[in-house]
């Protein structure tokens, strides 16, 4: 009996201890939430990434929380911070650190490191994109400019050369018209010359501002302080987006769903981040080059960066560990490898790994020229609101087939407001 009472004893002492080891264990663990707004091959590869950090980082654990495309999270985003309930990290869009930073809801950059030192092997756009009233405040993880993907088997078809991609804004209606067609003669058009997002809800605003820029145009004033889209270089952009739906028809407001994809439109403007996933669709020769152009070479710039929240010492030290893990050297070199990002790090560009990686996949040599050219849009409180009030005028005048003017002479009207409020 003695020897018995003795074992249960000793059992218990050592199950008691180990649970007493979990706890302290678990104790040890900072937990922090990690919203983003990645979907598709992207979400899975950044998904990957996440769970291999945790992998590596026992005492940190990342619980993900996907918060629905960018126009959704942004709104749920605002609600947290309104409410003093955000997340720990959270990707955001270009555009987005301004409001962040008006909310005083981030942790700047300089809490954590020299920012002058720490951004010095990124590239100077994507430093833009994260720097607000001079001071960097996010850490730049992704980084695409836009790109003209064209079906080269389509080009042959109708006797354009296949290696000879529109250069110019001219170009681009020439041969749009010879690529939109009635195949079966029923007087219906069966395949688009061209299409780009025109929606605003869809996000039309990235194209649009890369057109209008291209033009010679400007969103605002040289300060700030007001907008200027209403004047002739902006109307005539939009005169240009009119004209490719209604008078040339070349462009439908009403584009067969994955129309590229299957052989429907000859060319679309996208984004460089799309490629990898575009190639994997396709069965056609596909073909990648350079924006067609008018008074300005440009592209415009997309992508998203980490920002941290305010939230306890603890979580932002965690968080800043996975911020830092998550934009270091090497997994920029993993991403943009397999997603067709921009490398954001200089270092990464110039790595043999990468440039073998260009030799394999020669288009990509196209983006890194396009990155040159590259603008991101203006790192403003206001920007979020402009390009909302801009980007429904446009599909006003563009679904309406109307004159532009008075639409953004009131747009802009609108737009002052908010300037006037916010800036």
Same mark, same amino acid.
């Given at each position: 009996?003695?020897?018995?009472?003795?074992?249960?004893?000793?059992?218990?002492?050592?199950?008691?201890g180990?649970?007493?080891?979990?706890?302290?264990?678990?104790?040890?663990?900072?937990?922090?939430?990690?919203?983003?707004?990645?979907?598709?091959?992207?979400?899975?590869?950044?998904?990957?990434?996440?769970?291999?950090?945790?992998?590596?980082?026992?005492?940190?654990?990342?619980?993900?929380?996907?918060?629905?495309?960018?126009?959704?999270?942004?709104?749920?985003?605002?609600?947290?911070?309104?409410?003093?309930?955000?997340?720990?990290v959270?990707?955001?869009?270009?555009?987005?650190?301004?409001?962040?930073?008006?909310?005083?809801?981030?942790?700047?950059?300089?809490?954590?490191v020299?920012?002058?030192?720490?951004?010095?092997?990124?590239?100077?756009?994507?430093?833009?994109?994260v720097?607000?009233?001079?001071?960097?405040?996010? @850490?730049? $993880?992704? /980084?695409?400019?836009?790109? #003209?993907?064209?079906? +080269?088997?389509k080009?042959?078809? %109708? &006797?354009?050369?296949?290696?000879?991609p529109?250069?110019?804004?001219?170009?681009?209606?020439?041969?749009?018209?010879?690529?939109?067609?009635?195949?079966?003669?029923?007087?219906?058009?069966?395949?688009?010359?061209?299409?780009?997002?025109?929606r605003?809800?869809?996000?039309?605003?990235?194209?649009?501002?890369?057109?209008?820029?291209?033009?010679?145009?400007?969103?605002?004033?040289?300060?700030?302080?007001?907008?200027?889209?209403?004047?002739?270089?902006?109307?005539?952009?939009?005169?240009?987006?009119?004209?490719?739906?209604?008078?040339?028809?070349?462009?439908?407001?009403?584009?067969?769903?994955?129309?590229?994809?299957?052989?429907?439109?000859?060319?679309?403007?996208?984004?460089?981040?799309?490629?990898?996933?575009?190639?994997?669709? @396709?069965? $056609?020769? /596909?073909?990648?080059?350079? #924006?067609?152009?008018? +008074?300005?070479?440009?592209?415009? %710039? &997309?992508?998203?960066?980490?920002?941290?929240?305010?939230?306890?010492?603890?979580?932002?030290?965690?968080?800043?560990?996975?911020?830092?893990?998550?934009?270091?050297?090497?997994?920029?070199?993993?991403?943009?490898?397999?997603?067709?990002?921009?490398?954001?790090?200089?270092?990464?560009?110039?790595s043999?790994?990468?440039?073998?990686?260009?030799?394999?996949?020669?288009h990509?040599?196209?983006?890194?020229?396009?990155?040159?050219?590259?603008?991101?849009?203006?790192?403003?409180?206001?920007?979020?609101?402009?390009?909302?009030?801009?980007?429904?005028?446009?599909?006003?005048?563009l679904?309406?087939?109307?004159?532009?003017?008075?639409?953004?002479?009131?747009?802009?009207?609108?737009?002052?407001?908010?300037?006037?409020?916010?800036?």
């Amino acid at each position: 009996m003695f020897k018995k009472s003795k074992l249960s004893v000793v059992v218990f002492t050592i199950v008691t201890g180990f649970l007493f080891a979990m706890a302290g264990a678990k104790a040890n663990v900072t937990t922090i939430n990690y919203w983003h707004y990645l979907s598709g091959d992207n979400a899975a590869i950044h998904e990957q990434m996440v769970q291999e950090f945790n992998a590596q980082h026992p005492h940190i654990q990342v619980e993900m929380l996907y918060t629905g495309n960018q126009f959704v999270a942004r709104d749920k985003l605002l609600a947290s911070v309104a409410g003093s309930v955000t997340p720990d990290v959270a990707l955001v869009d270009q555009f987005w650190p301004p409001l962040m930073v008006s909310s005083g809801a981030l942790v700047p950059l300089r809490d954590f490191v020299d920012p002058e030192e720490y951004l010095q092997d990124y590239s100077q756009v994507s430093r833009d994109t994260v720097t607000v009233h001079g001071e960097a405040w996010t @850490v730049p $993880f992704s /980084l695409s400019n836009q790109i #003209l993907l064209y079906n +080269k088997d389509k080009f042959r078809e %109708v &006797g354009l050369d296949p290696e000879k991609p529109p250069t110019t804004w001219d170009e681009l209606v020439e041969y749009a018209k010879v690529l939109t067609r009635d195949i079966d003669g029923d007087g219906r058009i069966d395949e688009w010359g061209v299409n780009f997002t025109t929606r605003a809800n869809l996000g039309s605003m990235y194209a649009f501002v890369t057109f209008l820029w291209q033009a010679g145009g400007e969103l605002y004033s040289e300060d700030y302080s007001e907008a200027t889209f209403d004047d002739a270089t902006a109307r005539d952009t939009v005169q240009f987006w009119i004209d490719l739906a209604h008078k040339h028809q070349v462009l439908s407001l009403s584009p067969p769903a994955d129309g590229f994809e299957i052989g429907r439109i000859a060319m679309q403007y996208s984004s460089t981040s799309s490629i990898a996933a575009t190639k994997n669709k @396709v069965d $056609f020769d /596909l073909g990648v080059a350079a #924006l067609p152009g008018k +008074k300005n070479t440009v592209t415009g %710039v &997309g992508g998203s960066s980490l920002a941290i929240f305010k939230t306890t010492s603890e979580k932002q030290a965690a968080a800043w560990e996975f911020v830092n893990w998550m934009s270091s050297a090497e997994n920029n070199l993993k991403w943009s490898m397999a997603t067709g990002y921009i490398p954001l790090r200089l270092s990464v560009r110039k790595s043999a790994t990468y440039q073998q990686y260009l030799a394999d996949e020669p288009h990509m040599q196209i983006v890194l020229e396009q990155s040159d050219y590259a603008r991101a849009r203006p790192n403003t409180v206001s920007y979020a609101d402009l390009s909302r009030i801009l980007g429904v005028a446009v599909e006003e005048a563009l679904y309406g087939n109307t004159n532009p003017e008075p639409i953004l002479n009131h747009a802009v009207r609108e737009a002052n407001t908010y300037i006037q409020a916010l800036d």
